[in-house]
């Protein structure tokens, strides 16, 4: 038998590239839930009931269920009233999920950079402690939260949070005011500058999503032979990061040398690069023997990206930057 499971957010970055890592896995069944509506609070709930019932009542002929909660919009700078609506959206979730079997696998996609955001360790490891500067990190640790204090009433369940460094990708939202790799793309196929609001000397941690989502899946597997092996639940919390420091800088100086195009850049600050930590590097501890032999290069990142826009640009289907 299979183990079934459901991408929450699904149509974003890191979703529909877990979905689409399970699709080409054996031993998963994936649920092919409807579209949800994110951006309408008052409809959501009613579409979340009718999603988790049918999802329980298909999870019910596997031999395990598993979420893989992907979904969220928030970023650096996000209003707290925002933010709020996502962390009351995951807890009322959860509280639908009451109704099914005991046992199952819950992921929950976090933010390194959030939680970790004044944070001084160098690197930054799971044991460091959290030291959030922004309101979306607060955010962060409360879902966290909200999904620790709910597992802990389900004793047969096992959870696993991912907290990412920088995605970045293939289809990174376009409304969405993050995504340095896909923002410097579309300025350059528009024959626009790119805006930079940190210094150029900002270290931040590129991972490429597909080796993420492969990562994850991976660990969710885990997760289940780990509770299997010892009879128990298990509670693990990870790093997901290429481990490899990069300043805004050598991103620009990459960027340039895959486009072969000239790049025009404007430098500048904003308020809310207060909440921009100036340097964040990571390493996991945790399933050290889990990690890939290679992480995909920056270089070669960056133009599967390119690539990929400029197909949507001759398409006529790719919008300037904002």
């Not at 054996?26 to 092919?32: D, K, L, N, Y």
């Not at 800088?249 to 790049?263: C, D, K, S």
Request: glycine residues 10%; positive net charge; charged residues 20%.
């Amino acid at each position: 038998m299979t183990s079934f499971a459901w991408v929450l957010g699904r149509g974003g970055l890191l979703g529909s590239h877990v979905e689409a890592v399970l699709c080409e896995r054996s031993g998963w069944a994936v649920f092919c839930a409807g579209a949800l509506p994110w951006a309408h609070p008052d409809r959501l709930r009613e579409g979340l009931d009718i999603a988790v019932r049918a999802f329980l009542d298909e999870a019910r002929s596997h031999r395990g269920w598993a979420v893989f909660w992907c979904a969220g919009s928030g970023v650096v700078g996000a209003s707290a009233a925002a933010l709020a609506a996502e962390s009351d959206t995951l807890e009322y979730f959860l509280s639908r999920l009451d109704a099914g079997p005991p046992s199952g696998r819950f992921f929950l996609a976090s933010s390194a950079g959030g939680v970790w955001g004044g944070c001084l360790d160098r690197p930054i490891t799971e044991a460091s402690t959290t030291r959030p500067i922004s309101a979306y990190g607060l955010a962060q640790l409360d879902k966290e939260g909200t999904l620790s204090r709910w597992a802990a009433g389900r004793p047969a369940l096992s959870t696993l949070v991912g907290r990412l460094s920088n995605l970045y990708g293939p289809g990174q939202a376009r409304a969405k005011p993050q995504g340095l790799v896909s923002h410097l793309t579309r300025s350059l196929l528009h024959g626009r500058p790119a805006h930079i609001f940190v210094p150029l000397d900002t270290i931040r941690d590129y991972l490429y999503v597909e080796d993420a989502a492969r990562a994850i899946v991976r660990g969710v597997e885990r997760l289940g032979e780990d509770a299997a092996g010892v009879g128990a639940a298990q509670h693990v919390l990870k790093i997901f990061a290429s481990e490899q420091a990069t300043t805004v800088g050598e991103l620009l100086g990459a960027f340039r040398r895959t486009a072969r195009r000239p790049l025009r850049v404007v430098t500048g600050l904003r308020a809310v690069a207060s909440q921009q930590p100036r340097c964040l590097q990571f390493r996991s501890t945790v399933w050290r023997d889990e990690l890939p032999a290679a992480f995909t290069p920056l270089l070669e990142g960056i133009d599967r990206v390119f690539r990929h826009e400029l197909g949507l640009y001759q398409a006529g289907a790719l919008p300037p930057p904002a």
